[in-house]
């Protein structure tokens, strides 16, 4: 079954440091691999999606995500962070043949930013 | 213009009440999602539905019934609730074809709270 991890339940940074937050998925096939951001009493907006080509994507708010096939790994990274920043970070795989296809997310990371 | 709209936003009902929630996305999505997430932040899927038709049940008690009445809309009925059902509930749509393109988008959220 497909499973994704994220291995860091909370990270603190301070502000202007660079940031990478771990994610580990299992799936049999090519998989589709998304980052999600969620703020304090808000729902997830996407920040970046990966299923092929490049495996350097970057996304929204200055974030990069590179896939690794053979760690099995989509880790976000962001060079300079931003106390905005701070929030839950979620990523997901796309799992499921296409008519009933659904996000898989691990369980979450939570981003605390250090002024 | 909200693109995925849930209400209400918060709902405080006593066990053994029956309530709904409701979900309607103008984004011309053919797919729609409900996720619950629990205390602890995980996300899991609980339904989905394509064209009005269930897709998905991912051994979601009985209490829980969601109905789509069109491809806009999607709610979730609960009945007899019980404490453990507090959570937050995410609607969330996507096209089924084109998902790996544009990810989902999720509904700010419904925090049930059962007393």
């Known amino acids: 079954a497909q499973s994704v991890t994220q291995p860091d339940i909370h990270i603190t940074v301070s502000e202007g440091a660079s940031l990478e937050l771990r994610c580990n998925y299992s799936?049999?096939?090519?998989?589709?691999l998304f980052w999600y951001v969620q703020s304090p009493g808000q729902g997830l907006q996407l920040l970046l999606k990966?299923?092929?080509?490049?495996?350097l994507v970057q996304g929204i708010k200055g974030f990069e995500a590179e896939f690794k096939r053979s760690q099995s790994s989509f880790n976000l990274r962001k060079p300079s962070v931003h106390w905005s920043d701070a929030a839950e970070y979620f990523c997901a795989v796309g799992a499921g043949i296409q008519g009933a296809q659904k996000l898989v997310f691990g369980q979450g990371t939570r981003l605390t930013i250090n002024p | 213009d909200t693109a995925v709209s849930q209400t209400p936003k918060y709902l405080v009902t006593q066990m053994g009440n029956d309530k709904s929630i409701k979900c309607e996305q103008n984004l011309g999505h053919d797919t729609m999602y409900w996720y619950k997430q629990d205390s602890k932040k995980f996300l899991k899927i609980m339904f989905s539905y394509n064209n009005k038709e269930l897709i998905i049940n991912e051994t979601v008690p009985n209490r829980f019934s969601p109905k789509s009445p069109d491809k806009a809309h999607l709610n979730l009925h609960i009945n007899s609730l019980e404490l453990g059902d507090s959570a937050v509930y995410f609607c969330?749509?996507?096209?089924?074809?084109?998902?790996?393109?544009?990810?989902?988008?999720f509904g700010s959220g419904t925090r049930l709270t059962v007393v």
């Open positions: 969330a749509s996507s096209h089924r074809l084109s998902y790996f393109n544009y990810g989902y988008t």
């Open positions: 990966y299923f092929s080509g490049d495996t």
């Open positions: 799936y049999g096939a090519t998989p589709y």
